[in-house]
């Protein structure tokens, strides 16, 4: 509460203190405070002649209240600069919290409010940059103490090295594997080292593809595939586009009931080609779709953390699909599920295709 006290004092004092604010420039500031030390000095000096004091202290009088004046009006002037100076000693520190008062009109003022906008842009990352630490701890703690704890058992002699034991060792390590992968693409995407090998691609083919290693991994979800027409071609990098719909039938398929079904579809609109992904589940409430494309975000923690998801899949998605100046947004289904849209747009900005063979 204390590092706030500053700012609320300037707000309090703001009228007594920083009479100049209203005007819109540096110059205009200096030549009101000489034109007021002017002003003050003759002021002075003539109400000292007047009541009958000597000239010569009537004019130490003068100058004495002018120097005051200035001084106080420059306070005004030069209190933003005096914040900034604070703040910035508090930033390096790592309080990013302190804020300067912005409502000098001035260049100064501008200069403050571009102070604010950079000191909640360091809050932010190093907010971003704590969270993240923070999940990508408890990301990593889990399958590794899964590990941890099937050869400890296998070294002492708990138990026997049968083929189940060494399958759930595979599978945390294929967790591990899977959030490395992930952290690595989100940093590259992030990076803007990534860059796109754009072609005309055919819809059919990518889409059974996706589905073929979604049934791999998770087969008891029935996933459906339905593309009008059915040779249907996009436009946008082949690779990263699977990537975004691997990651979206993943969701799909982890919120879908046993037994439910997963339906991919795909059209073209005046505004590009639109893949939708469709499940089952309990679908995403409106309260929650503006966060379901952050790091590290779950709908339901627990259920994610037991079966691997580890939050990465949809920003990933985000990312690829915004390098295609494209739009993905999730809907709610009838009666019940969510419907994940993916739009690529027809014409990609800046971009040199390729006609892709199949």
């Known amino acids: 509460m204390t590092r706030h006290l500053p700012e609320l004092e300037h707000l309090r004092d703001l009228d007594v203190r920083r ?49 005051g004046f200035v001084w106080w009006l420059s306070r005004g002037v030069t209190s933003p600069l005096r914040e900034m100076v604070a703040a910035a000693d508090a930033m390096a520190r790592g309080d990013y919290s302190r804020r300067v008062t912005t409502t000098s009109h001035d260049e100064v003022g501008a200069l403050a409010r571009a102070f604010n906008e950079m000191s909640a842009e ?64 989100l940093s590259r995407l992030e990076a803007g080292t990534v860059p796109l090998d754009l072609a005309e691609f055919r819809v059919v083919p990518l889409l059974e593809h996706a589905v073929r290693e979604q049934r791999l991994h998770q087969p ?33 398929v982890r919120y879908s009931p046993t037994g439910g079904t997963v339906e991919v579809r795909a059209r073209r609109l005046d505004t590009g080609v639109v893949i939708e992904v469709l499940d089952e589940g309990p679908g ?17 923690p627990a ?47 800046n971009a040199t295709k390729e006609k892709e063979t199949n």
Not at 330 to 335: K, L, N, V, Y
């Open 19 to 67: 009479p100049l604010d209203p005007l819109p420039s540096i110059k205009l500031k200096l030549g009101a405070l000489l034109a007021v030390a002017v002003a003050v000095t003759i002021l002075v000096f003539w109400l000292g002649i007047k009541v009958g004091i000597w000239p010569s202290v009537s004019g130490v009088l003068a100058g004495v209240t002018a120097m």
């Open 122 to 185: 360091l809050a932010e990352t190093d907010r971003v940059r704590r969270d993240l630490v923070a999940n990508v701890s408890h990301e990593l703690r889990t399958p590794i103490a899964a590990l941890q704890v099937a050869l400890e058992n296998l070294a002492d002699g708990v138990a026997d090295p049968e083929p189940d034991t060494f399958r759930t060792m595979l599978s945390q390590v294929e967790r591990l594997g899977r959030l490395v992968k992930q952290l690595l693409d």
């Open 220 to 252: 008891g979800i029935d996933v459906a595939v339905d593309v009008d027409p059915v040779d249907l071609t996009a436009d946008g990098d082949p690779e990263r586009v699977h990537q975004v719909v691997a990651n979206l039938l993943e969701n799909a």
């Open 284 to 300: 995403i409430p409106e309260a929650e779709r503006a966060r379901v494309f952050d790091r590290f975000e779950r709908l339901d």
């Open 303 to 349: 259920r994610s953390s037991s079966d691997g998801g580890a939050g990465l899949g949809l920003a990933i998605a985000r990312w690829i699909v915004d390098l295609h100046g494209g739009d993905i947004h999730p809907e709610m289904r009838e009666p019940h599920g969510c419907r994940m849209v993916l739009t690529l747009p027809a014409h990609l900005p």
